[in-house]
């Protein structure tokens, strides 16, 4: 079973920067389709982007195509999120997850091993 820690989370400003990693280890990133997925305070989590395991195939929720880039180092195993741009509505917990299926899916339930999350706040 894989291992995800995130870090990279803070607080920014309106039309500011971060970028999120996911640490993986036991099993190697290229076993998995990768995802981040985020929870906002009293909201449901929702998807935000994934990637396949071979990195060629990437899926963007609407909310954040044009502005978040998912990507991944295979010979550090880590995972990341490039976020510019950010909106006050991007503040939330956001998670890196994995799934077995051998697609870029945005079904959150198919996500079954978590990270514990880092917490993004963006001020207006």
């Known amino acids: 079973q894989v291992q995800l820690v995130e870090s990279g989370g803070g607080l920014v400003q309106t039309g500011g920067s971060l970028r999120l990693s996911c640490a993986a280890s036991g099993r190697t990133l290229s076993r998995y389709t990768m995802g981040w997925l985020r929870q906002a305070p009293g909201k449901e989590r929702e998807f935000v982007a994934s990637?396949?395991?071979?990195?060629?195939?990437?899926n963007y929720a609407d909310s954040v195509k044009g502005r978040f880039t998912i990507s991944k180092d295979i010979t550090k195993n880590t995972l990341y999120l490039q976020m510019n741009s950010l909106k006050p509505e991007d503040t939330a917990d956001y998670y890196c997850?994995?799934?077995?299926?051998?697609?870029?899916?945005?079904?959150?339930?198919?996500?079954?091993?978590w990270g514990q999350g880092t917490q993004v706040t963006v001020s207006s």
């Open positions: 997850a994995a799934s077995g299926v051998d697609y870029a899916t945005s079904a959150i339930d198919q996500y079954k091993s």
């Open positions: 990637i396949t395991r071979d990195g060629a195939g990437t």
